[in-house]
């Protein structure tokens, strides 16, 4: 039977194969520099880009959430972003700066870089994601559940004409850096959260549809990856399709998800998406400084062991980050419980 716990439980699972998926991306783009791409790698990166749609649209479902319901103090929610978003993403930008660029920022136009989310070609994302919060704070009693509709329409019409009509974005950033070019893919999100119970229940009544929406999804991913046009994550075809195979994904995890028995982890998928690029960076030196790393890239079967391995210290770093933080964060909220109980214990 369906429920939110079980659908959230789903969603959690497609963030972390998203985060997988975005990691595989510029797995792939990196082994350009290093052999000419087969077939395996094109597929691979095309099959990629679901990654950051995926993690777009589930920001807005899960957005939607925390904004819905109880009032929502302005205080705690931009403090909240700025904890768990803004600071990780500076942080991670300067990190880069340094990595890519063997320096450190100083110069007005290197800070500009770093704030811009310009030191590594996976920031943007972020970037953009902290004009969305703003911008879904403000517009939070206007875009509802009721209007959702009516705005989805009007923003289709400024993600289409932001990206095929305008093609430039501001301050010397591409299209890709500011929210026009998301708006839609994310409120996508909001959509079916406010919509969640009659769009799961009817798939699961209707065990047909469900098969169908998953057979569509299949299907538009071959035909992705035998596409000789690139398709990048924000092309309206793309996103569409994205949409139906999470819809039909989060369908067919509802049947299984509890015996998965996945522990949600605030901030794991994010801090992968942020670290992910230093992990594919370094282990590419090592081992092109130790073994001959075109072998590892033709042989197949190889690489992908190449590739998981890359993604499991990924993902143990992330993990480990989410958990400091998340406790440290705990403990500077001025939580006085532990203190209360241990001083019981003294007396």
């Known amino acids: ?125 972020i ?80 065990t047909l549809v469900l098969v169908g929406l998953l057979a569509l999804s299949g299907l538009s991913m071959a035909y992705f990856v035998l596409s000789s046009k690139l398709y990048t994550a924000n092309h309206l075809t793309f996103v569409f399709a994205t949409f139906a195979l999470l819809v039909s994904g989060a369908g067919v995890l509802n049947y299984v998800i509890d015996k998965l028995q996945l522990r949600f982890q605030k901030g794991l998928t994010f801090y992968i998406y942020l670290l992910h690029p230093a992990f594919i960076i370094y282990a590419n030196k090592f081992m092109n400084s130790n073994f001959t790393i075109e072998r590892i890239f033709h042989n197949k079967p190889m690489s992908a062991l190449y590739l998981l391995g890359i993604y499991g210290a990924t993902f143990v770093a992330s993990l480990l980050c989410a958990m400091l933080v998340n406790r440290g964060l705990n403990w500077s909220s001025g939580d006085q419980r532990p203190k209360q109980k241990q001083s019981a214990n003294n007396a």
Request: aromatic content about 22%.
């Open 127 to 206: 970037f953009m994601l902290c004009q969305y919060y703003v911008f879904a704070y403000l517009c939070r009693r206007v875009i509802t559940k009721r209007s959702i509709l009516f705005f989805g329409v009007v923003f289709l019409a400024i993600q289409y004409a932001y990206i095929n009509i305008v093609a430039q974005g501001w301050l010397g950033l591409g299209v890709r850096h500011f929210l026009p070019t998301w708006i839609f893919t994310i409120y996508l999100g909001h959509f079916l959260y406010w919509y969640r119970a009659p769009i799961f229940k009817f798939l699961q009544r209707h």
């Open 1 to 125: 039977m369906y429920s939110d716990k079980r659908l959230f439980s789903s969603l959690f699972f497609m963030q972390l194969v998203s985060s997988f998926l975005v990691l595989a991306g510029h797995y792939t783009a990196d082994v350009d520099d290093f052999i000419k791409w087969t077939f395996w790698e094109t597929s691979l990166n095309q099959i990629s880009r679901y990654g950051t749609v995926l993690l777009a649209i589930i920001t807005g479902f899960f957005t939607a959430h925390s904004l819905g319901g109880k009032k929502v103090s302005r205080k705690r929610f931009f403090q909240g972003k700025m904890k768990y978003i803004y600071i990780p993403f500076l942080l991670c930008s300067i990190l880069y700066f340094v990595i890519l660029r063997k320096s450190v920022p100083m110069q007005v136009s290197d800070w500009k870089d770093v704030f811009f989310g310009q030191t590594a070609g996976h920031l943007y994302f």
